[in-house]
């Protein structure tokens, strides 16, 4: 029966004593173990190319003849290399960057992962170098892919870059709204700032009951938004069922009808009315309408419910 050799790892060092005069010439000259640790071919590798005052360890190219630029370093990753190897990407205009280190740092790791997820054409792998022996075998390197990109990282930046997106229109929608509300002396949204959430809130000055803007992308809507808490769903719908009692003199005073919405399976209660003018997504020039149909609307809802907000006996 043949014997199986253990894998004994070994100091870098011992394989290669020096990063610029050992280990980079090494892989230049085996560019293709390189390539198969990420799964790219890699063609054309050059030392030390210059860009400015810094030299690129290695200058490449891959099968669809983009420049790949890599480097290398000893001991733990650093700051100081990730910027070299984002100079050396934007200097030589390549599509992929690697970056291969001793020992990465998990602070490194978040950055190429947060990297792969932008929109920027560019794909970043960082790769882990170990030297090992088998048994009394010549020591080699091992080379294991940390970070790489991926389909799913670029969905997920996707994802997050609409999320910026409607956060940032949401947050000039409100801005924009409470703007009108001061200019209307709505006074109840007086101390309330804006948000990128999809809804700004003020209290009624009772506990648990508040008037609520919501925006979605292309509506609007205004609520008495009931929610005493936690376990409080029977109290939340015993307000709802006693403001249901003056529906007449709340609707008449209102100006038009309101849903008074038990929300099944959720202990909040709210009498609403949605606006189907348009929402943050729709052109800025249509703003000026949306948010002035929805500030009257919260205007009114306010007049109409608060005396008998603070005649509930809670």
Request: charge should be negative; proline fraction near 3%; glycine fraction near 6%.
């Amino acid at each position: 029966m043949n014997s199986v050799e253990k894998i004994i790892r070994i100091p870098i060092r011992e394989a290669f004593p020096y990063e610029a005069r050992s280990l980079t010439p090494w892989l230049c000259e085996n560019i293709d173990v390189l390539g198969d640790a990420i799964g790219l071919e890699l063609i054309n590798p050059e030392r030390e190319q210059s860009t400015g005052s810094f030299n690129v360890d290695i200058k490449a190219e891959n099968d669809n003849g983009d420049i790949v630029v890599i480097e290398n370093q000893y001991g733990p990753s650093d700051h100081d290399h990730l910027g070299k190897l984002i100079t050396y990407l934007t200097s030589f205009e390549a599509k992929v960057a690697i970056w291969i280190v001793e020992t990465p740092k998990q602070e490194h790791i978040n950055a190429i992962s947060w990297l792969n997820e932008a929109d920027n054409g560019c794909d970043f792998y960082f790769l882990k170098i170990e030297a090992i022996k088998i048994g009394e075998s010549n020591p080699a390197p091992l080379l294991s892919k940390i970070v790489g990109p991926s389909e799913e990282s670029k969905q997920i930046g996707k994802i997050k870059k609409e999320d910026s997106l409607r956060h940032k229109q949401r947050r000039a929608f409100w801005t924009k709204l409470l703007a009108v509300t001061n200019t209307k002396n709505v006074t109840t949204f007086s101390a309330i700032s804006p948000s990128g959430d999809a809804w700004i809130g003020a209290s009624s000055g009772v506990r648990g009951l508040s008037y609520v803007f919501w925006v979605n992308q292309h509506s609007v809507r205004i609520e008495l938004r009931i929610d005493r808490g936690k376990g409080l769903g029977d109290e939340n719908l015993t307000i709802l069922r006693t403001l249901e009692q003056s529906k007449f003199e709340i609707e008449n005073s209102f100006g038009d009808s309101l849903n008074w919405d038990e929300l099944e399976g959720y202990r909040v209660c709210s009498i609403r009315k949605e606006y189907n003018l348009g929402g943050y997504r729709d052109e800025e020039e249509k703003w000026d309408v949306i948010i002035d149909r929805a500030v009257e609307a919260m205007d009114s809802l306010i007049n109409a419910t608060r005396k008998y907000i603070k005649a509930l006996r809670l």
